[in-house]
Structure formats: structure tokens, C-alpha cells
């Protein structure tokens, strides 16, 4: 089964963050959150999130995916630390799947993964003229190649769906969107 990291930085979005989080280990995937020390994250709206472990400890495995979730400052914090710029763009280079939401993008962009891509943000959260060739398009989840991007909070399960039937299936995803009676 695919292996995912999720970076929990303080001031992360937390419905966001959860959101992936849980929808993703109920289609039997490994998650990994890691904070980016070894406190307990405070995310944008109060709710103490407690990390599987710390990032160093967690960039000791392998992963199939990163997921960043967005809120701010949480997606500032995710891009001053270059261990996270540097697993993107080692993650992007193997062919590997990274994806943000929200101001979450703003994090790839910095790691120049934006260039020539299909993706979206959290309105304004990408200054989307100085990305060159960035196809900016405004819809709930942008999926390309490799890389994934989504909108905010109220797109937060359609991303966490299109991360699971890119990481084991439709099928799964089916199987796991039923089971919370969306429609």
C-alpha cells in the first residue's frame, strides 16, 4: 500500500489537514504526520493537532506522496523550511506525487514546481504572473501528472478523494466516498 507524508506546520488548516488525514487511512493508506519540531502544531483556528512524529525522524522512509496542507502561516512555515523544499523537489524529480491546498501551492511554486503546470490555489494565494507558464485554472481539485493542487477548506475531501484513486484506485475511492454519504 502507498506511503504518504503530511507535514503539520504550525498554523496549518486544520480541516484540511484532517480531512487528508483521515479520508486517506480509511482507504488503508500509511500516513505519516510530521511536525516540523517537536511541539505540538496549532493550527489556523485553535485545534491542537499532535504529529505522528518529527519531520527529521520522519524523512528517514520513503514516500509515495506528500501532501501539504494549506492555511497561513502554516503554508509560510512549510516553505521557509528547506527539508520541505527539498523533499518536493527530490519527491518531483523521482516521479513522485506532491500536492498542496490552499496556500499550500505557494509552497510548490517556491520549490519551482509550478513552471509549465496546471494548477490551482486559495484565491491570491499564488501571484500567478511570475510562475512561468503556470496554467492557473479555478476548479476544486487540478490534477497534473504528478502534481496535484486544490482550492481550500470546502474542496478539502474532493482532494482527499482524487489522492486516493491516484494512490490505490477508483474502486477505493468509491468504496471510501460511500461510506460518507455525500450525495
Excluded: W
Excluded at 52 to 69: F, G, K, S
Excluded at 129 to 151: C, K, N
Amino acid at each position: 500500500m502507498a506511503n504518504v507524508l503530511v507535514p503539520l506546520a504550525q498554523g496549518c488548516e486544520e480541516l484540511e489537514a484532517v480531512t487528508v488525514v483521515d479520508l486517506l487511512r480509511r482507504a488503508g493508506i500509511t500516513v505519516v504526520t510530521a511536525g516540523l519540531d517537536e511541539q505540538t502544531v496549532r493550527a489556523s483556528r485553535g485545534m491542537l493537532l499532535q504529529p505522528d512524529m518529527t519531520l527529521d525522524r520522519a524523512l528517514q522512509q520513503e514516500y509515495d506522496m506528500i501532501v501539504l496542507p494549506g492555511g497561513l502561516p502554516g503554508a509560510d512555515n512549510l516553505k521557509a523550511d528547506e527539508r520541505i523544499i527539498h523533499q518536493l523537489q527530490s519527491m518531483s524529480a523521482a516521479g513522485k506525487y506532491t500536492a498542496a491546498i490552499c496556500a499550500a501551492p505557494r509552497v510548490l511554486a517556491h520549490a519551482g514546481l509550478l513552471q509549465g503546470k496546471c494548477a490551482t490555489s486559495y484565491p491570491g494565494a499564488l501571484d500567478t504572473d511570475t510562475i512561468a507558464g503556470l496554467d492557473y485554472q479555478e476548479m476544486p481539485v487540478v490534477i497534473d501528472g504528478t502534481l496535484i493542487t486544490s482550492r481550500g477548506p470546502g474542496t478539502a475531501m474532493d482532494f482527499a478523494l482524487a489522492l486516493i484513486e491516484l494512490l490505490a484506485g477508483k474502486q477505493k475511492r468509491d468504496e471510501v466516498e460511500a461510506g460518507l454519504q455525500r450525495a
